[in-house]
């Protein structure tokens, strides 16, 4: 390069610079908010001992796009040891990113483990509400206990969120989101608030909104400001019953690519979860989440790379077992080779005193000859449809120490014994399994029903409530007891909460019983 071409250049370098464009870098400029950007909330998620991962999303206008334009904003936040934010121990700035939505991931590390912390964001001019998070115990600790609750399915027109309110006053280390944050597509069955958008085209922008509406609820905010939260996925984060585990170069899956894309993209920018930023139609979110020696969590992902369901047979086609033919197809699978791959050799490896596997869909098998009120169930969107994935984790459930099942998207409460042949009834139980019914998900049930006695064309199942509510859960080395949390109603903003039953599983004794 001769002297004026080196001119030439260096001037151009410091020309793009000045509008920070070189090496990748984000122009940002100072931005005072008019209206309060943090409608959204915070949220807290996936702790480990020595951090979390903090999220906010800057929307002033929240179900019309979040009103933030294209400019990139510096988002400010603090970690502190108490409610009043004094005592700071990590700070930091982030860009929030038209790209993202304006969405914020911060994953904060050097904190000390299993401790209470408040976090805040501050942008614009603007303070966020103050959030409060727990770190993970250390990898060799061995605490004494562990409180946490699980919940799912919380359609946002079908009911308020009274269950949110009253989860965010329970004293918990953490939170597990089954499944069905948001419902897609238009409202239906019934309705008891309205969405603020009408129609739908499976568009980013169509799922970011979805996602804002159901965020815009303060219960919900409190929940997510309560405890940190470890999330996955089902289907109506995307489309009802979708399958992901497609010909990708099929030209007639076109559509469905570009939905799954959407919603991944929005689910990734609305929840505090420490994963990489999808790409395209591809979001890795299986992953595992350890409190000491006591507990390790196997959260799943059921939809991503799972087979298109089986058709629908008749009682008439089915095997003697219960199964559809096709449901015993050994090609078939829930989780994809490499994840089941994964979940099963870190069921063999852990040491940790229980085991549970956090996921979608009821895993158990269940007679579909069964009717509970107006429940039938036919295995083609659960575990029934993929028997062989099934089989080779209760197989590996034998030699792993407490398993336990949690399981969401049935807006119904079931207990199950895991056997390790369904279709022996003299055959061990290897597992427990404990489906928690929905926030808000089909609303208040028509008839109330609750079980405690085993059908005798299911003698696995111990328990059957259609509640709305939550479970919550107390760990300790030698016993596992859950409480099936139950509200009055979702018809109105505010309810009362009580538990309908309490089951609790003893180490090494596999199975549920009731308290």
Not at 164 to 189: C, K, P, S, W
Request: with cysteine.
């Amino acid at each position: 390069m001769d002297r004026r071409a080196f001119l030439r250049a260096t001037a151009r370098l410091a020309a793009l610079a000045a509008l920070g464009q070189v090496a990748g870098c984000v122009p940002t400029q100072p931005f005072k908010f008019d209206k309060d950007p943090f409608t959204l909330g915070v949220a807290s998620g996936d702790p480990l001992p020595d951090g979390v991962v903090l999220w906010t999303r800057l929307a002033p206008d929240p179900l019309a796009g979040g009103g933030m334009g294209s400019a990139a904003v510096q988002v400010e936040w603090t970690v502190s040891r108490d409610e009043a934010m004094k005592d700071v121990v990590r700070s930091g700035t982030s860009s929030a990113l038209r790209d993202l939505a304006h969405s914020v991931h911060v994953e904060v590390g050097g904190l000390d483990p299993d401790r209470v912390y408040w976090y805040r964001f501050r942008a614009g001019g603007a303070e966020s509400p103050v959030g409060r998070t727990r770190t993970a115990p250390a990898a060799g600790a061995s605490p004494p206990a562990l409180r946490f609750a699980f919940a799912s399915c919380q359609n946002y027109v079908q009911g308020y969120y009274t269950a949110h309110a009253n989860l965010a006053r329970e004293d918990l280390d953490a939170v597990l989101f089954l499944g069905d944050y948001i419902y897609e597509g238009t409202a239906r069955g019934d309705i008891v608030r309205e969405y603020s958008k009408r129609g739908w085209s499976y568009s980013l922008g169509d799922y970011r909104d979805r996602y804002a509406q159901h965020k815009t609820d303060t219960d919900l905010q409190a929940a997510h400001a309560a405890f940190p939260w470890i999330v996955t996925w089902d289907d109506h984060e995307v489309e009802n019953n979708y399958a992901g585990g497609i010909d990708k170069e099929d030209p007639r899956n076109k559509a469905a690519i570009a939905e799954r894309a959407a919603g991944y993209q929005a689910f990734y920018e609305h929840m505090p979860v420490r994963a990489p930023r999808p790409q395209g139609p591809d979001l890795k979110l299986y992953r595992s989440v350890s409190y000491g020696g006591l507990a390790t969590f196997f959260v799943l992902d059921t939809r991503q790379y799972r087979s298109p369901e089986i058709a629908l047979c008749r009682d008439t086609d089915q095997t003697p077992s219960g199964y559809c033919p096709a449901s015993v197809d050994p090609s078939r699978t829930m989780l994809g080779a490499d994840q089941r791959s994964w979940l099963l050799r870190g069921l063999s490896d852990s040491a940790s005193a229980w085991n549970f596997v956090a996921q979608s869909v009821r895993f158990a098998q269940q007679d579909s000859n069964l009717d509970l009120g107006k429940h039938t169930f036919d295995g083609v969107d659960n575990w029934m449809g993929y028997v062989v994935d099934r089989q080779t984790i209760l197989d590996r459930f034998v030699t792993t120490k407490n398993p336990v099942v949690l399981s969401g998207d049935s807006h119904v409460n079931f207990v199950y014994d895991l056997k390790r042949d369904f279709g022996d009834p003299t055959s061990p139980t290897v597992g427990t399994e404990l489906l928690g019914t929905s926030i808000s998900s089909e609303g208040d049930p028509f008839v109330e029903q609750t079980q405690f006695t085993p059908p005798s064309k299911n003698p696995q199942l111990r328990f059957f409530d259609n509640h709305r509510g939550y479970v919550r859960c107390t760990l300790y080395r030698g016993r596992l007891t859950a409480d099936f949390r139950a509200v009055s109603t979702v018809r109105k903003p505010t309810a009362t909460v009580s538990t309908t039953a309490t089951f609790v599983v003893d180490d090494g004794k596999p199975g549920a019983r009731r308290a």
